[in-house]
C-alpha cells in the first residue's frame, strides 16, 4: 500500500471524527486535533526516510560522489523499520476502529 492510500485512509477516519468533537465539546476536539496532527506528521517522517532512501540507492547506481553501500542500506533500514512501524500502528488503529463500530450503544 502506498503512502498516499494510507493518508486518504487517514483522512477517512478524521472526517468520520469531525461530528463527534462538534457534539462532545471543544477539550475532546482539541484533543483529537493533536493525534490527528501527529499521525499527519509521522506519516511525513516516513515519506522523508523513504525519499532519502531512494535518493541515497539512485546516488550508489550513478556512482555519486559521498554515498557508499553503507550508507544506502542504513538509509534503506530506516525507512523499511519505519514502515513496518507505521504499517502495524495503522492495523492497530483500524482494529480499534471496527471494535468500536461493532459496540453496541
Known amino acids: 500500500m502506498s503512502i498516499q492510500g494510507i493518508q486518504q485512509q487517514l483522512t477517512s477516519i478524521q472526517g468520520i471524527q469531525s ?3 462538534q457534539q462532545s465539546g471543544a477539550s475532546q476536539g482539541t484533543a483529537a486535533d493533536s493525534f490527528g496532527e501527529m499521525l499527519q506528521t509521522a506519516l511525513k517522517e516516513v515519506n522523508e526516510l523513504q525519499n532519502k ?3 541515497q540507492i539512485e546516488g550508489l547506481t550513478t556512482n555519486r560522489a559521498g554515498v557508499t553501500a553503507h550508507t ?3 538509509a534503506l533500514e530506516k525507512a523499511d523499520v519505519a514502515f513496518q512501524l507505521m504499517t502495524a500502528i495503522r ?3 483500524i482494529r480499534a476502529y471496527e471494535e468500536v463500530i461493532r ?3
Do not use: E, L, N, S
Open 103 to 105: 459496540t453496541q450503544v
Open 19 to 21: 461530528p463527534a468533537t
Open 91 to 93: 492495523g492497530k488503529i
Open 72 to 74: 544506502a542500506m542504513v
Open 53 to 55: 532512501a531512494d535518493d
